[in-house]
């Protein structure tokens, strides 16, 4: 028995992946709807606490998560798949715009990378509700750690999570808030 103090990183990350287990299993219209969010979620989460923790967004879970959407879009009616590839393009070539403009300060090639996941899943018009919101909760949590004296202009904050929690909020409530804009 090793007696070192657990971290309260292992409990949250339990309580966040039973959390979102939930609403996952609320929300997915079939079985294999549910299967493929709890598997794209457990990715999500993973890919979330180790940016969080090392500021970098490993290949082989990005990678993993690419085919995951891939085989997913595969089964969307035609033409889908071609659709969301081109979305998921253009998402890519917009952050890797932001990645080279900002000579790599602003974002890594991780963001740039996962950007064409997030994007060929979530396909127009679910895109721009997830770059509202991945864009609006970064800059939210950097001004309030500014505020707070957590964080300088120079101190790096993980996009990767903003990225994620955004795809994850859109995938989920999208079409809603989409229709609370439109209404608005």
């Known amino acids: 028995m090793c007696r070192r103090p657990y971290s309260i990183r292992y ?4 309580f966040l992946t039973a959390l979102f287990f939930v609403v996952v299993g609320r929300f997915a219209q079939n079985s294999s709807e ?3 969010l709890l598997i ?19 290949d082989v879970l990005t990678l993993s998560q690419g085919i995951l959407v891939f085989l997913y879009i595969l089964s969307l009616p035609s033409p889908g798949l071609y659709t969301h590839i081109f979305w998921g393009f253009l998402s890519f070539l917009f952050f890797l715009a932001i ?7 602003g974002m890594g090639f991780g963001d740039v990378k996962l950007s064409f996941v997030l994007g060929a899943l979530l396909g127009y018009p ?7 919101i991945s864009f609006c909760s970064g800059a939210f949590v950097g001004v309030f750690l500014l ?3 957590k ?5 790096e904050i ?3 999570p903003f990225l994620l929690v955004g795809a994850w909020v859109t995938y989920i409530w999208g079409e809603g808030i989409l229709g609370m804009y439109s209404n608005f």
């Open 151 to 155: 964080a300088g202009l120079k101190h």
């Open 11 to 14: 409990p949250v990350v339990e």
């Open 34 to 36: 549910l299967i493929f």
């Open 99 to 105: 990645y080279l403009v900002t000579r790599r300060r």
């Open 147 to 149: 505020i707070l004296g």
């Open 40 to 58: 794209f979620t457990t990715l999500s989460l993973a890919l979330l606490v180790v940016d969080l923790e090392f500021k970098i967004l490993p």
């Open 158 to 160: 993980a996009f990767g």
């Open 126 to 132: 679910g895109i721009l509700v997830w770059l509202f």
